[in-house]
């Protein structure tokens, strides 16, 4: 059952109208609809009935009409629908649940509007303008009760076209604009729509001359000057000739949380630590597959509400597999777009561009998080200045530049602890599984080297053999040369692969550095000192510690680990594939000091 008085006056049934009767109780109805669920006094309807002053008989007029009323409702079985007339003490009272009228729907689409982006948002109230079919009560001389609800239409047209503004799509609503200012030419707010709409189509001289007529209404026919609002865009269009933006739309690009995230409990309060410090951006740094993004997108997720003027993310592709990586000027020109800017008024140069977004962004409380970033420059441009904003960086590399000129605060991010890394099998396998096996789900976490990204990849291996036990998989795994083929998932997504996340951070490096990972891959032991890897090489020590990327020293002795396959070892095996022939030349020899101090030949 619906009413409507967003219009005529109506009454539907499972979508048929229903015969209300006279004008009358037409209008004792829509007064009661107006106030669903309050006390409407008698006396007030009386007044309402006849403005002019009532007759002798008002009083049982109104008795009569409501009468009928309750008639018509109980003839519908309206108490089916949950709704009465109820004549209580001095007056009268519907109750009804609000929704079913459209009054009541409309205002509460345009509440439920406010909190939502600009796409939900233009469409909702689109939604909400499509109820009213005329002037509130039309037909029933109710000029005074309508004029107000009429306000409120245009608040929520005027809302409406904001949005769709904000989202570029000037071209749509130029001509409804136009038709509506013709129809309110003193409704300043719709006047500067239509400015920036016309000015935006480029269409500026219309734009100016809109702005023009306006003025000279106000001040010849209300001695008054345009809004201070409509004169900055004004000035702004006589200035730089720019499209400009009427406000900014709340983009929410981040990514979908990880399921299953585990652990990083430091690093999450790491990062909350840096954000409640005002810092403007941590850098996540960590090796191909330990789970950066992960944490970055975990993180931003749960600080979003923080950032209410919204969270832009990209991923720069510092290790894309088709070895591109993305250019600022085309990541500034996408965040641009997310932020309103049309393609006509996106600047052509990038130091323009990026301008502009850090003028967007001025003062507004947005996250921005850069995935994969291969270099400090890369990411620089894409930094606002605003101090109420946060940027998350991450990166395989370290990320020097952005800690030297910008401030940035490091965070390094390592494998999982075991019990990280048992916590994650359990999500990914359950319970039951993890305790039927629980030595082979401990060796199945150290043979991936407590890396996230093996160890789901591991447990998908695992999920899949579903009537194999955990220990044949781990079985295969002791086995050096397939361990990197089995840590796959067999479908061809390179990014779900041990073996091309580290072959991509491979190719990333330059060309004398890859030269130097060759000697290390083919030492037997785990580590190996900066003089030892920089003797093939031909450079002194210090020029190899220079690169940055040989590692810190070991300490000379140290305790003989279990014979556990690490991390690295993965690395290693990769490298013995890729680097090809040995830089040394054969029957080289050098003495490299392994982790015991001793000194170990490598020959070849």
Not at 429 to 456: S, Y
Request: proline content about 8%; aromatic content about 4%.
């Amino acid at each position: 059952m619906e009413f409507r008085v967003l219009g005529p006056v109506e009454v539907r049934v499972d979508g048929r109208p229903v015969d209300v009767g006279v004008r009358k109780q037409r209008f004792v109805l829509a007064v009661l609809l107006l106030e669903v669920n309050k006390l409407v006094p008698a006396d007030r309807l009386v007044g309402l009935m006849w403005p002019h002053g009532p007759p002798a008989s008002a009083r049982a007029v109104l008795h009569t009409q409501v009468s009928k009323l309750r008639s018509m409702l109980a003839r519908v079985d309206a108490r089916r629908h949950g709704v009465a007339l109820v004549g209580n003490g001095p007056g009268y009272l519907l109750e009804a649940d609000p929704l079913r009228v459209d009054l009541h729907r409309f205002r509460w689409l345009c509440a439920r509007a406010w909190s939502m982006d600009d796409v939900r948002r233009a469409a909702t109230l689109a939604e909400a303008l499509a109820l009213w079919r005329g002037p509130v009560m039309a037909g029933l001389d109710a000029e005074g009760l309508g004029r107000g609800h009429e306000d409120e239409r245009l608040a929520a047209v005027e809302d409406r076209f904001d949005a769709e503004l904000r989202l570029g799509h000037h071209h749509a609503v130029v001509d409804e604009l136009a038709a509506l200012v013709a129809e309110h030419p003193y409704r300043q707010h719709l006047v500067r729509q239509l400015v920036l709409a016309l000015h935006r189509c480029r269409r500026t001289d219309e734009a100016l001359r809109c702005y023009r007529d306006l003025r000279r209404r106000l001040d010849d026919e209300l001695g008054i000057a345009p809004s201070a609002e409509l004169q900055r865009l004004h000035d702004e269009i006589l200035r730089t000739g720019r499209p400009v933006v009427a406000g900014l739309p709340v983009p929410r690009q981040l990514p979908p949380d990880l399921p299953g995230f585990v652990g990083r409990a430091g690093a999450l309060a790491a990062l909350d630590g840096a954000a409640g410090r005002s810092v403007l951006v941590t850098a996540v740094s960590g090796a191909a597959g330990v789970g950066k993004t992960a944490l970055a997108v975990r993180w931003a997720h749960r600080v979003k509400d923080r950032y209410p003027d919204g969270q832009l993310y990209a991923s720069l592709r510092g290790h894309d597999p088709g070895g591109r990586e993305l250019d600022p000027a085309d990541v500034l020109a996408s965040f641009l777009r997310a932020l309103g800017i049309p393609d006509d008024g996106i600047p052509a140069d990038p130091e323009s561009r990026t301008a502009l977004y850090r003028s967007l962004l001025a003062d507004k409380a947005v996250l921005v998080v850069l995935d994969d970033a291969p270099t400090s420059a890369q990411v620089e441009p894409l930094l606002p200045a605003s101090p109420s904003a946060a940027v998350v960086v991450t990166s395989r590399a370290a990320l020097s530049g952005l800690v030297v000129r910008r401030g940035a605060v490091r965070l390094p991010l390592a494998v999982l602890d075991p019990p990280e890394a048992l916590e994650l099998m359990r999500s990914a396998l359950g319970d039951e599984r993890v305790d039927a096996e629980p030595g082979a789900v401990a060796e199945l976490c150290a043979l991936c080297g407590r890396l996230p990204l093996a160890l789901r990849i591991a447990a998908e291996r695992v999920g899949a053999r579903s009537g194999q036990p955990v220990a044949a998989l781990v079985a295969e795994l002791r086995d050096e040369h397939a361990r990197l083929s089995l840590l796959s998932t067999g479908d061809g997504e390179e990014r779900a692969a041990v073996r091309a996340v580290l072959d991509w951070s491979r190719r990333a490096l330059p060309a004398d550095v890859r030269r130097a990972f060759a000697p290390p891959a083919r030492h037997p032991g785990p580590t190996s000192e900066r003089r030892a890897a920089a003797s093939p090489l031909g450079v002194a020590d210090a020029t190899c510690a220079g690169r940055g990327r040989v590692g810190r020293p070991a300490p000379a002795r140290q305790a003989r680990p279990p014979p556990v396959p690490q991390p690295d070892q993965a690395v290693r095996r990769r490298l013995q594939r890729r680097c090809g022939p040995s830089p040394l030349g054969r029957g080289a020899r050098v003495q490299a000091r392994d982790f015991t101090g001793r000194t170990s030949p490598l020959r070849r």
